[in-house]
């Protein structure tokens, strides 16, 4: 299970501890919980079975990675992101969604911190505000404040990043 759902998990985590080294332990660290918890997680034998399962490994990794940044008052590095970030396989990924998560992380990282994790967990993991404010002990307006934040500075950066199209009419 560890060697099948790495790339999934440490792509999730390094969303929220752009230190590679760091993000590998934590990885791990929420694999151990993984495999101490495996007793609680319970499903039906259904199709969606991997599914649910990827969800449960998905807040797990999320958690242990929240806990991380607010035990250590972390603050994530500034400068590109290493190459071995790119070379993590996920097998549950096409080549188009791995070039649109490159694009993503890349422009999320860019964000401050605070505006980084809130767009990470409601857009990207689908926390609620209310998870969000317990989890990292803020407001619920806080969280939508930040979360409108970050939304407004990706939609600026996106909109500058496109170069426009003169088109001539004959």
């Given at each position: ?5 790495y790339?999934?998990?440490f792509?999730?985590?390094f969303r929220?501890?752009y ?6 332990d934590v990885?791990?660290?929420?694999f ?8 609680k997680?319970s499903?039906?034998e ?17 958690n242990t ?9 972390m603050i ?8 071995e ?7 549950g ?7 649109y998560y490159?694009?993503?992380?890349v ?10 994790v809130?767009f ?6 689908g926390?609620?505000h209310?998870?969000i404010a ?5 407001s ?7 979360l ?9 950066k996106?909109?500058?990043d496109?170069p ?6 004959s």
């Amino acid at each position: 299970m560890y060697e099948q759902y790495y790339g999934y998990a440490f792509k999730i985590v390094f969303r929220y501890i752009y230190r590679y080294e760091n993000a590998k332990d934590v990885v791990n660290d929420g694999f151990v919980k993984v495999f101490t918890r495996f007793d609680k997680f319970s499903c039906e034998e259904t199709e969606d079975q991997e599914k649910m399962l990827m969800g449960w490994i998905r807040k797990i990794m999320v958690n242990t990675a929240i806990d991380e940044l607010r035990r250590k008052n972390m603050i994530p590095e500034i400068g590109g992101i290493p190459e071995e970030v790119w070379e993590v396989p996920d097998v549950g990924q096409t080549a188009e969604q791995q070039l649109y998560y490159k694009e993503l992380i890349v422009l999320v990282k860019e964000l401050p911190p605070s505006y980084q994790v809130a767009f990470n967990m409601y857009v990207i993991d689908g926390f609620s505000h209310q998870e969000i404010a317990d989890k990292l002990n803020i407001s619920i307006g806080t969280s939508k404040s930040n979360l409108a934040k970050a939304r407004a500075y990706l939609q600026k950066k996106l909109n500058t990043d496109i170069p426009e199209i003169d088109v001539c009419s004959s």
